[in-house]
């Protein structure tokens, strides 16, 4: 199955600092998903994109769709010690299935 | 409004017997999909079910998974004789519309150990 492509893998960051991941694919999509995951737990929805070029913001956290429909980009400012999991991009088209990225692992440093 | 209910949270089986998983999706929604989880891996699909039917199961094996979603109960995802192969964690998402279009709301999952 097709693979989304994210990065950075991980990240270490001093609290406070904003942070910035991206995921990229292959194929264009017409709807973009960003989940976190702390372990041990099922994934949360933060953000849901469902247009080229829009731009959504939950709180501290701002996630883009890209212009080509082949890429989204999620950043996080002032970053705090709860911040700290794996953060899922996935990519989705009417009538498919949702293809998950391989996670950004981010450590948040007091 | 609850959210997706997933039982149990852990399973430990010994190999060749059979694991039985079980979603319920939130209210309202009637989609319904199950994901398999790696150690350090991300999500794989399985299957998409609605109701009493299997809409998608082409990420699932061939033997010894299925899956169902009947009129009344929850989703079930069963695997016959397990092998330590199938240790992982296992994740049930529902939406209330057609996939790809809408967002998907994850369970806790469940963690599958096989000895």
């Known amino acids: 199955g097709q693979q989304l492509n994210q990065s950075p893998q991980s990240m270490f960051i001093q609290e406070g600092e904003d942070v910035s991941m991206n995921c990229t694919s292959s194929?264009?999509?017409?709807?973009w998903l960003w989940y976190k995951q702390d372990p041990g737990e099922g994934p949360v929805l933060l953000i849901a994109?469902?247009?080229?070029?829009e731009l959504t913001s939950n709180g501290r956290l701002t996630a883009q769709f890209g212009i080509t429909r082949k890429d989204s980009f999620l950043n996080i400012s002032a970053s705090i010690p709860s911040d700290v999991g794996i953060y899922f991009c996935?990519?989705?088209?009417?009538?498919?299935?949702?293809?998950f990225g391989t996670g950004t692992s981010l450590t948040v440093i007091p | 409004n609850a959210g997706v209910m997933q039982n149990p949270r852990h399973l430990v089986r010994r190999r060749g017997q059979e694991a039985r998983l079980r979603c319920s999706p939130m209210?309202?929604?009637?989609?319904v999909y199950w994901y398999r989880q790696l150690p350090e891996e991300g999500l794989k699909f399985m299957v998409y079910?609605?109701?009493?039917?299997?809409?998608?199961e082409s990420g699932m094996p061939k033997e010894r998974f299925s899956a169902e979603f009947p009129k009344e109960g929850p989703s079930i995802l069963r695997i016959q004789q397990v092998v330590r192969g199938d240790s992982a964690a296992y994740f049930c998402?529902?939406?209330?519309?057609?996939?790809?279009?809408?967002?998907?709301?994850f369970g806790p999952g469940t963690r599958l150990t096989v000895l």
């Open positions: 998402a529902s939406s209330p519309s057609v996939w790809g279009t809408d967002t998907q709301y």
């Open positions: 194929s264009i999509f017409n709807t």
């Open positions: 994109l469902y247009k080229a070029g």
């Open positions: 996935a990519g989705g088209n009417t009538g498919n299935q949702f293809y």
């Open positions: 209210k309202g929604h009637s989609h």
């Open positions: 079910l609605q109701k009493e039917n299997i809409i998608d």
